[in-house]
């Protein structure tokens, strides 16, 4: 898929899933605008049905010229007397009572002009109750002046919101496991199409470096099928020479590439034995140092680790140091600079490869030991390779229970080290260790 068709779909699946949670919000606000509508007129109705009953009663009732107080006027005790304050606490008590929300609830009889209240709840409420939307007139008890019975609700907003709250947990919890669903799919898909470039580059690479060497056999033998060159026998054995070193370079590369089925299944038997590190490391820098004097560089060695005999496969450890060293000559700027280091660190066996090369940004660094990952270099693709170095020398170390490690900085040069446990701590029950291979020397 392009790249401008991918992030299409991200930015229209991103704007959808932005607009379901818009979505979401008005609708839990619409809901509790609903609840607090119901709410209302069903108290509008209850205190309907008080203020109708205490019409009903108004004859009958005493009058209750004890609620009015110390300082009492003629006109409250004519409200009281009209309304009588006991009997509306009674009253405003069954009809609120059963209702789930009125567990704390403060009621009053006010003037919402003079903002004067008569009755109920003079204290702590006396403002809430002043402004509340729950009221009533009582113009059918009172005539001479206009008078509201009010109720307010301390706790209203919080049942009202509890009321809708396991709705608004179900679709926030919905809407997050849709939110980490897309996330998980985006980065899946774009980890798959890294992983798909990596391995079109892997066979781009793979095809680019199979056909060099058979165009080259493929001219030799046509050359030696030439009856002319066989009048010269040195001819004739150059010839043959180029096919076989061609033929060489071809099988080393398809056993190269061969390697990485047997790495991941863990099918790779260690022929451990006892060896000294410091030969096997010499022996690699003697055969590599034609390749990097021809590249006009140097190689340096210093041995500086004092227990320098390993029980591991010398094979693999080779192989290790040899791929870090190509590295090293490969990621070069100009000619190669390498210096090899050894020296131990808590019981274990150190080896490492410095150069000054081209370096390793931080991000790069996280990726380079993974299977066919190279840093990208955008379309330029001068220095050639599989990408497989690093993971065969990470995946060796580790099934000798060592590790690497690589410290490196862009144009300044990297250093990779190899951390191999020493003789006396490495078990003999590791699981790739070939039990009929173990060959103790020494
Ligand atoms: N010494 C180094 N300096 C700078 N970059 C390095 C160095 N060693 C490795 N790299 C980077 O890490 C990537 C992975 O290295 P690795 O050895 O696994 O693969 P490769 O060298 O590309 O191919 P192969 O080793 O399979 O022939 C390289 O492509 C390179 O970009
Ligand atoms: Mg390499």
Known sequence: MKKKTIVLLIILTSLSLTGVILIQLYWVRNGLELQEEQFDNKVKVTLKSVVNRMFDERDTLPADPSACGEHCD????????????????SLM????????????????????????????DKGRYKSSLLTTNHCVSLSCLYRSEQLMLGVYFPGEKGVLWRRIFPWLILSFFLLAVMISAFTYMIFSFLKQKKLSEMKTDFVN??????????????????????????ESAER?????????DENLRLKHQVEQVLQIAVLDKGEFRLRKKRFDAHESILSCLK???????????????????????????????????NNLLDNAAKYSRSYPEIQVVTRNNNGMFVVEVHDKGVGISPENQKHIFRKLYRVPTGNVHDVKGFGLGLYYVMTMA????GFVKVSSEPRRG?????????????????????????????
């Open 74 to 89: 003629r006109r409250t005790l004519q409200i009281l007397s009209a309304i009588n304050p006991s009997r509306l606490d």
């Open 398 to 401: 580790e099934a000798h229970k």
């Open 287 to 321: 055969s590599f140092e034609l390749t990097v004097r021809d590249q006009g560089g140097f190689l340096n060695f210093k041995p500086e680790a004092i227990l320098h005999h390993l029980y591991a496969d010398e094979n693999h450890f080779k192989n290790m140091v």
């Open 414 to 442: 990297s250093i990779f080290e190899i951390h191999l446990p020493m003789e006396a701590q490495t078990e003999l029950t590791n699981k790739f260790d070939d039990p009929e291979n173990q060959d103790i020397a020494g």
């Open 205 to 230: 690479n793979m095809t680019h470096e199979f056909k060099t060497p058979i165009s080259t056999i493929s001219l030799a033998s046509e050359m030696l099928l030439n009856p002319k060159v066989h």
């Open 93 to 120: 008590h069954e009809e609120f009572g059963g209702m789930e929300i009125s567990r704390e609830y403060a009621w009053g009889v006010y003037n919402p002009v003079s903002r004067m209240v008569y009755a109920g």
């Open 236 to 244: 004739t054995r150059r010839y043959a020479h180029i096919i076989f």
